[in-house]
């Protein structure tokens, strides 16, 4: 069985740091691109960052460009998602998704697994 299970997400204020973490297991993690997405209140879901399966290219959302990165370490299993200059417009449920395909342009695409979120909130 597949799960795939996010931490890190939290309470900070504006212009703060945090680092996501999301381990998978029941899957070859390195046969898989990685990704983070997001949704807020309201608002459709939307990709955040992707990793293709070994690392050698990534994708970023143009509102996080800059202030984002994404990393991943296979012999753990484990996607990181390090979040600095955090603004207002951040917080959202944080989602990480593995994913058979990688776009250029639009990053992890039809993603086969998901995780159940974790809470990122900015405060002023």
């Known amino acids: 069985q597949v799960q795939v299970v996010e931490s890190g997400g939290g309470l900070v204020q504006a212009g703060g740091s945090l680092r996501l973490s999301c381990t998978a297991s029941?899957?070859?993690?390195?046969?898989?691109?990685m990704g983070w997405f997001r949704q807020a209140p309201g608002k459709e879901r939307e990709g955040v960052s992707c990793?293709?399966?070994?690392?050698?290219?990534?994708w970023y959302a143009d509102s996080v460009k800059g202030r984002f990165t994404i990393s991943r370490d296979n012999a753990k299993n484990t996607l990181y998602l390090q979040m600095n200059s955090l603004k207002l417009e951040d917080t959202a449920m944080y989602y990480c998704?593995?994913?058979?395909?990688?776009?250029?342009?639009?990053?992890?695409?039809?993603?086969?697994?998901w995780g159940q979120g974790t809470q990122v909130t900015v405060s002023s």
């Open positions: 998704a593995a994913a058979r395909s990688f776009h250029f342009s639009l990053g992890c695409e039809q993603p086969s697994y």
């Open positions: 029941g899957l070859t993690f390195d046969d898989y691109h």
């Open positions: 990793i293709t399966w070994r690392g050698s290219s990534t």
